[in-house]
C-alpha cells in the first residue's frame, strides 16, 4: 500500500478556472505535509506547507483534515503557467520524507 | 544563499562502472534525503542521512548502492556496477532540521544514463 494516492490526472483546465486536488494518506501518524510542483524534467519546488488550520498563498490555498487522512490543494483563476505536476508529501516521526506519485495539470488558454 | 547543488547534472557510465553523485545541502542544513525518479513516475525515497549518519536507508537497495553524509564536503551516492534499470534522474532535498518541523528544499538532479 501506497503512503500516499493522488489521483495521477491529467486534468486539463481552460484559463480563469479553479482546480483542486486530492491526496489521501495511510499513515495515521503523519504529521507534516506539503505541496510541491515539479515542471517537466525539473526538481520539485516547494509550493506551500500544509497547517492544520489551513493556508492560503495567494491563489493556492492548501487544507489537512486528519480525521479522514486527506489533504488538498486548491488553486483559483487559473494561468497557464500552473500548468505542471503537482505532488502531494509528508512526514512522521522517524522522518522519513514521502511524496505522492502526483497530478498533472494542465491550463488551456 | 545558494540553494541545493548537485553534480554532476547529467552523467553518463557504462553497464558496470561505478557513479557518484553529489549533493551539497543549502548553508545550515544539516538534513539531506535522496530520492530516485523515473521517467513519468514520482520520487521513490531512498535514504535519509544527517552530518555523519544514515537516519533511514528503507529505500536503497540492499546491493550496490550505498550513501554518506561527512562531516565536512557534500553528500555522496555512489552506485556500483550500474545497470540499464539505475538510469533515473537522482534528487537530493535538504532542510535545517526534521522535515517535521522544517520544510525542505530540492537540488536540480541528476540525470544518470547507463549505456
Known amino acids: 500500500r501506497k503512503e500516499v494516492e493522488q489521483d495521477p490526472g491529467p486534468f486539463n483546465v481552460p484559463e480563469g478556472a479553479t482546480v483542486a486536488f486530492n491526496c489521501t494518506y495511510s499513515n495515521s501518524a503523519s504529521q507534516s505535509f506539503f505541496w510541491y510542483r515539479q515542471d517537466c524534467r525539473k526538481e520539485p519546488k516547494l509550493l506551500m506547507s500544509?497547517?492544520?488550520s489551513g493556508n492560503e498563498d495567494g491563489r493556492f490555498t492548501a487544507q489537512l483534515n486528519r480525521a479522514s487522512q486527506y489533504i488538498s490543494l486548491l488553486i483559483r483563476d487559473s494561468k497557464l503557467s500552473d500548468s505542471a505536476t503537482y505532488l502531494c508529501?509528508?512526514?512522521?516521526?522517524?522522518?522519513?520524507?514521502?511524496f505522492g506519485t502526483g497530478t498533472s495539470l494542465t491550463v488551456i488558454p | 544563499n545558494a540553494g541545493v547543488m548537485q553534480n554532476p547534472r547529467h552523467l553518463v557510465r557504462r553497464r558496470g562502472q561505478e557513479a557518484r553523485l553529489r549533493c551539497s545541502p543549502m548553508k545550515g542544513h544539516s538534513h539531506v534525503y535522496w530520492y530516485r525518479q523515473l521517467p513519468e513516475e514520482g520520487l521513490k525515497f531512498m535514504v535519509y542521512?544527517?552530518?555523519?549518519?544514515?537516519?533511514?536507508e528503507s529505500g536503497m537497495p540492499k546491493e550496490r548502492f550505498s550513501a554518506e553524509f561527512p562531516k565536512e564536503g557534500p553528500s555522496i551516492l555512489r552506485i556500483q556496477q550500474v545497470v540499464r534499470g539505475d538510469s533515473a534522474a537522482y534528487f537530493c532535498a535538504s532542510s535545517p532540521g526534521p522535515v517535521l518541523n522544517t520544510e525542505a528544499f530540492f537540488g536540480q538532479g541528476t540525470r544518470l544514463t547507463v549505456v
Open positions: 500544509v497547517y492544520s
Open positions: 542521512l544527517q552530518k555523519e549518519n544514515i537516519i533511514d
Open positions: 508529501s509528508g512526514a512522521y516521526t522517524g522522518n522519513q520524507f514521502y
